[in-house]
């Protein structure tokens, strides 16, 4: 199956910071998803983007489904940014994109 | 309803014990799935239902596990004899048409087998 690979595995930031966080895949992708895991364990959809750029607020991702990689951006980070940010991919041959393979994670913590 | 509902929240069950883990799916939506997330991991596939029909059973780690959706709508994940290795956060998520687009995960259900 499909195996997806974050980097950083942590990231401590200062309030204000900008940063990026990397999401390699290893083949090519029907459907591709940044999630948030807050402290309390709920897990939040960011973004659905199997290819091109997206924005939200200050959060922007983008996907360059031809090199296999995408790429979360957080601008002018804020406390409530922290927790754990999850890249999630399927190919069509995986349940037609259905079945997530997630990967291990970017561990976020935003200081004061 | 206006997101995933998942029951209990948390659910402390004795070794070889059964438990039985509810999800209510986002209204309308068609596709269901549930995942499995050990401490400091990422969520694993274990099922997908679309409507009533269990398309995806590949990751269910033993036939201990078995899940259903009897009515394209609500779903139980039944873990039997329960073992320490199932503890767990077990995820519910639901999309609308099952295309291969964006899901929405209820806030799980925390086993812990002592």
């Known amino acids: 199956g499909i195996q997806v690979e974050q980097s950083p595995p942590d990231l401590i930031l200062q309030e204000g910071a900008n940063s990026t966080l990397r999401c390699n895949f290893s083949?090519?992708?029907?459907?591709l998803q940044w999630f948030h895991q807050n402290p309390w364990g709920q897990l939040i959809n960011l973004f659905y983007?199997?290819?091109g750029t997206k924005q939200n607020g200050r959060l922007s991702a983008t996907t360059v489904a031809t090199e296999r990689y995408s790429l979360l951006y957080i601008s002018s980070s804020q406390t409530t940014d922290s927790g754990v940010y999850f890249c999630a991919a399927s190919s069509w041959g995986e349940a037609a994109g259905n079945k997530l393979t997630f990967g291990g994670g970017t561990r976020v913590l935003v200081k004061p | 309803g206006a997101g995933v509902s998942q029951s209990p929240r948390y659910k402390v069950a004795k070794r070889g014990q059964d438990v039985a883990l509810r999800c209510d799916p986002i209204?309308?939506?068609?596709?269901l799935f549930w995942y499995q997330q050990a401490l400091g991991q990422g969520p694993e596939f274990l099922t997908y239902?679309?409507?009533?029909?269990?398309?995806?059973k590949s990751g269910l780690p033993s036939d201990r596990f078995f899940a259903e959706r009897p009515e394209g709508s609500v779903s139980t994940l039944k873990i039997q004899r329960t073992q320490q290795e199932d503890s767990a956060v077990y995820l519910c998520?639901?999309?609308?048409?099952?295309?291969?687009?964006?899901?929405?995960f209820g806030e799980g259900s925390w086993l812990t087998v002592v």
């Open positions: 209204s309308g939506h068609v596709s």
């Open positions: 983007i199997p290819s």
């Open positions: 083949d090519s992708v029907n459907n």
């Open positions: 998520a639901s999309s609308l048409s099952g295309q291969g687009e964006a899901i929405y």
């Open positions: 239902f679309q409507n009533e029909a269990q398309l995806d």
